[in-house]
């Protein structure tokens, strides 16, 4: 069974309340760093917390518009795909499915989008 394949393993990453609007966290789910982020338009997002292009970790860096762009070389990354949106980085990185129930969010590690 390949990871498109199985079923989600969800595992809680916090409260909605816990993660501020536009602010990247870093979140370990089992093994795999995953940044988190709540937009402004009340949508939760969760990449691989590792730019593709100098593997420095996405969470330090700024929202803007529907991306994530990496604090060290400007890299963007659009928060729903994963692809990138400009130069240097060219591949996009892993993008996880998440969930709310109640006031939790639940991430997924081992599907992808």
């Known amino acids: 069974m390949s990871r498109h394949d199985a079923a ?3 595992e809680a990453v916090g409260s909605v309340s816990d993660f501020e609007e536009d602010r990247p966290e870093r979140c370990e789910v ?14 939760i997002h969760a990449l691989y ?5 100098a593997e420095v970790p996405l969470s330090e860096g700024e929202i803007i ?13 659009n928060l729903a795909t994963g ?4 130069l240097p980085a060219v591949d996009p990185v892993p993008v996880y499915p998440t969930k709310i129930e109640g006031d ?9 989008l």
């Open 8 to 10: 989600p393993e969800w």
């Open 30 to 43: 089992g093994e795999v760093a995953v940044m988190v982020v709540r937009t402004s338009e009340g949508k």
């Open 49 to 53: 917390d590792t730019c593709s292009h």
């Open 65 to 77: 518009d529907g991306e994530i762009e990496c604090w060290l070389h400007g890299s963007t990354f």
């Open 83 to 86: 692809k990138p949106s400009c």
């Open 104 to 112: 939790v969010i639940y991430v997924a590690t081992n599907v992808e």
